[in-house]
Structure formats: C-alpha cells, structure tokens
C-alpha cells in the first residue's frame, strides 16, 4: 500500500521534504463564481454598494490571499510567487473570477490559485451582503495546471 505524502511513519503528520525535488516553472489558474439576484448585480454595475467597489477590493483580497496561502493551508509550502492575476468579471448572473499564480519552485501553486478565488468571492459576498445575503459562492475549481513532476493538467469539462 502506497504511504500518505502526508502522513509519517507512525501516521502523523507532516510537511512534505521538497528539498531534493527540482525548481521549475510552475503556474495554476483557478476559477469561481458568485452568483446573486439581478438588483444586487444593477447596485454593483452602478456602482451603488454600500461599501465601495467590490471587484477592485475582490482583486486585491486575492492577491493578498494568495501570497497568505502557507498561512491558511497548515501543510502548504511558503512559495516565492512571482505573479498573481485576479479577475473579477460581471456576467448575467453574477460575478465571475479567475486567478492565475506562478512560481519557479519546487512545488506547484494550484493552493495559492484556489485560495485566491476563494478569499476574492468570500469579499464580494461581504461588500454585497447589505443588499443580498442570498448570494451563493459556487464552482471554486483548478483549470489549468503546469510544471513539476505531476505534469500538466488543462480542465476538460
């Protein structure tokens, strides 16, 4: 039976060892949604919410996220990102969000992508909750995926 990366001899815990794998170029980009009734989404294309610009404060709470992710995730490596792309897209129902994180490491950056278009819904749901606390945070997901030894990895559906 194939051990746990995770999991030690005696079954605890613990971070990988990277350090004998090889540095490569690596990125990740994820993507999200927040979908919320047709009131909500006039408020914000008019620029009427209460508490400022959710797309722009969306954006820069995934980046900061993202650079966080060790923080947040107990078993993430701490990683030299390199860029972080968040986008914040208004579509017929909702908001649409992508991030894209890239490194030169020794570990992959889908943690930090995912992390980012999470903590960039959970802020347009927190500027949007005065008007709609119905919103729903929905299709958090990993689409593309490229370096390491694992290899490439494209969402098909």
């Keep these: 039976m194939k051990q746990f990366s995770h999991l030690d001899?005696?079954?605890r815990i613990r971070m990988?060892?990277?350090?004998?794998?090889?540095?490569?170029?690596?990125?990740?980009?994820?993507?999200?949604?927040?979908l919320m009734n047709s009131e909500t989404?006039?408020?914000?294309?008019?620029r009427r919410?209460?508490?400022?610009?959710?797309?722009?404060?969306?954006?820069?709470?995934?980046?900061?996220?993202?650079?966080r992710t060790a923080?947040?995730?107990?078993?993430?490596?701490?990683?030299?990102?390199?860029?972080?792309?968040?986008?914040?897209?208004?579509?017929a129902?909702?908001?649409a969000l992508s991030a894209e994180v890239s490194t030169n490491a020794q570990t992959g950056v889908e943690m930090e992508a995912l992390t980012a278009v999470s903590v960039a819904?959970?802020?347009?749901?927190?500027?949007?909750k005065a008007l709609d606390?119905?919103?729903?945070i929905s299709e958090i997901r990993l689409e593309v995926k490229t370096g390491g030894k694992s290899g490439d990895y494209q969402r098909t559906t």
């Design 121 to 128: 819904a959970l802020t347009i749901y927190d500027m949007c």
């Design 93 to 95: 129902d909702g908001i």
């Design 133 to 136: 606390k119905s919103m729903t």
């Design 41 to 46: 989404l006039n408020a914000l294309r008019e």
């Design 49 to 67: 919410t209460p508490k400022g610009d959710p797309l722009e404060t969306a954006r820069l709470a995934g980046i900061m996220a993202a650079k």
């Design 9 to 11: 001899d005696q079954g």
């Design 16 to 34: 990988v060892d990277t350090g004998n794998k090889q540095i490569s170029s690596r990125r990740a980009v994820a993507s999200g949604r927040v």
């Design 71 to 91: 923080d947040l995730i107990p078993l993430c490596h701490p990683l030299p990102l390199t860029n972080i792309d968040v986008q914040a897209t208004v579509e």
